[in-house]
């Protein structure tokens, strides 16, 4: 994360083509210092007599004296001068000490400790403290792209006064997320105010890179202090437009190319015989789902999948030529077996509703069997389908199974 940061922070340090830094645009710079292996490496900063143009120091001024002097002149509260962000030991100047990364913020008394004891496993991100003109402190996170911005504003549940430990009433962005309330941001002039700067950054960006090359996603923490001014933070994430879209995205073709061969194991070859059923059916990328035709339907062939090819087939998702099956001619879609089906079904109901037959009371055999023989009539003709009729029905290019459903009615032959 710090490395990140850093990096970006020498792409808005370097000259653009019009020989300037980046200016800002109304945002500021706080004092960042860049710390590897205990040696203190880079200074950035915003200048206010020149237009908050982002300056680094000087090397002879890279001295923890002059971090000490510096922040104490810049911060008005002794009790949060500085926040770092990175790999410190639990105890300041024991080369043993145990390590952990982590952020913190530190106080006049700890940060003189740390300035005059950094020792070769303190590596991260020491950064000067911005009093936020709230009671509690907040930071508004921004996620550029060159299409939309989206704002968010995060506010610490602590308030600033309250008797906590540091790390809990400051933590905003890097701090986990029960110490952070989303609230809703509102006001369209510091809106305004932001996409300004995210463009200005961007053009920054784009005339340092050169080749066109701008930023792709940005993700900027800024915060606005007790004198109304807008101050950068940190950049959590950010990414740069490739060199040339058009062969990314061919590269991502092939890719997916070369995934669709590995999942296909074995190939069926088309036939002669359905070549010509295969010319108007629906395609796809990857290849093709074979109908069977009227005589592999008759045959009971099941539809198989082949891939034809693995290029991209501009008939994508076309509809089937209505010429070729406005004179199709569809199987019968109650064959035999369904009769039968039907006739078991017809027998065991007649089974449920035959009327009690005894010679001592109730019904006589031989009333039992007229109303038996009444049943019987209606079930024939509920579910027994004269041959004498015709259907009309939904005609469908695949198959039947028992997922599909047809609407059938009946016609009396003229």
Known sequence: MAQKMIHFL??????????????????????????ENGVIKEWYFSSSQKNNAILRKHTRNLSSENIISVFNKECTNPETLAFFEGQFPQK??????????????????????????????VTGILQSFIQPNTINNHCYTVSYTPVFCLYKQRVNKYFLTDNVALKFKLATFEGPDYLVVPHLFQGEALKCRLD?????????????????????????????????RLWLLWVSDYKFESKSGQESEIQSISSSQRKSRQSVRSVTPIQQSNVQGFNNRPRSVNGIYAQP??????????????????????RVASLPNRASTSTYTAPPLINDDINQKYKQKRDANNEKQRPFTSSEGGISNKRGQQINQVNKQEQEQEYSIPKQRSFIGICSFRPISS??????RKREDS
């Open 92 to 121: 300041w100047g024991d080369k043993n000490a145990p390590v952990t990364t982590s952020s913190i913020y530190l106080g006049q008394k700890e940060l003189k400790r740390m300035v005059n004891h950094l020792t070769a496993n």
């Open 293 to 314: 035709n009227r005589e592999s339907w008759e045959r009971g062939e099941q539809p198989k999948q082949l891939i034809v090819s693995n290029k991209f087939i501009p």
């Open 196 to 228: 300004s700067i995210c463009q200005g950054i961007n053009t920054h960006v784009t005339s340092v890179i050169g080749q066109n090359r701008g930023l792709k996603l940005a993700v900027y923490e800024l915060r606005v202090d007790t004198m109304s």
């Open 403 to 408: 997922k599909d459903i047809f609407i059938i």
């Open 10 to 35: 020498r792409i808005l340090w370097a000259k653009n083509s019009q020989g300037q830094s980046f200016c800002g645009g109304g945002v500021r710079l706080p004092h960042t210092i860049f710390i």
